[in-house]
């Protein structure tokens, strides 16, 4: 490697860092709402599946998966009261 580089590529690797620095718990965040989002799809699904039999059917789509992810448990039960006072 010429010699020359050795200060740019320090100064990349620096720059480098401060952005996953700057960017970490940013995109913590993000990731951890895209497990749960993907947590509420599971849910949702669930609850359609069994709907045969318990007389819960919530539509499987994402608003529904990102209120149940963003608020968990009560979450769910909001959509249920909702859809059964607004129907």
């Known amino acids: 490697m010429d010699m020359t580089l050795v200060p740019y590529v320090?100064?990349?690797l620096f720059l480098l860092l401060a952005v996953i620095g700057?960017?970490?718990r940013p995109l913590a965040?993000?990731?951890r709402l895209l497990g749960n989002t993907a947590l509420g799809f599971f849910a949702l699904w669930l609850a359609q599946s069994t709907a045969a039999f318990t007389g819960i059917?919530?539509?499987l789509n994402l608003w529904?998966?990102?209120i149940i992810g963003i608020?968990?448990?009560p979450g769910?039960?909001?959509l249920l009261l909702a859809q059964?006072?607004?129907v």
């Open 22 to 24: 700057l960017l970490h």
């Open 71 to 73: 608020l968990g448990l």
């Open 29 to 31: 965040l993000i990731l």
């Open 84 to 86: 059964w006072t607004l």
């Open 64 to 66: 529904n998966a990102l």
């Open 76 to 78: 769910l039960v909001f």
């Open 57 to 59: 059917a919530l539509g």
């Open 10 to 12: 320090g100064l990349g």
